[in-house]
């Protein structure tokens, strides 16, 4: 009886071992990245650019089974493109630009940023 309480408490101990620093190191958010799908964008109403945020774990990839809340802002350059898509608790936008060209500028606040993070579009004209 005796060598089935001491071997279960070596697996318990042992799982305990494991899940620990994967929760910790692996599911565990230390940061966000954001991605966007292009730099700029052509005056033509049919460029489109994505900006995405996902959280990042303590080893430096995308943490599994979790979702961030993201806020984004236009802060200038409103004008310029219409919003398709916004997500904010996945923390996605698809913005389409007019057919004006400029330079737009996105605000990205999530709760695990500690200020926001400026992401700026430029749309050319669209030219041959």
């Known amino acids: ?4 309480g001491n071997s279960l408490t070596i697996i318990i101990s042992l799982l305990l071992i494991i899940i620990l620093p994967a929760f910790y190191y692996v599911f565990n958010i230390y940061e966000t990245d954001i991605e966007t799908s292009k730099d700029n964008l052509f005056a033509d109403s049919r460029s489109v650019v994505s900006i995405c945020v996902y959280p990042v774990n303590a080893l ?20 310029l493109v219409e919003i398709i ?32 993070s400026m992401i700026e579009i430029n749309i050319y004209p669209n030219t041959a």
């Open 85 to 116: 898509k916004e997500n904010d608790n996945e923390g996605m936008i698809v913005l389409r630009a007019k057919n004006l060209t400029g330079k737009v500028v996105v605000y990205v606040k999530t709760k695990y940023s500690l200020l926001p």
């Open 60 to 79: 430096g990839f995308r943490v599994p089974l979790r979702k961030i809340n993201a806020s984004f802002e236009i802060e200038e350059g409103k004008g």
């Open 1 to 4: 009886m005796k060598k089935y």
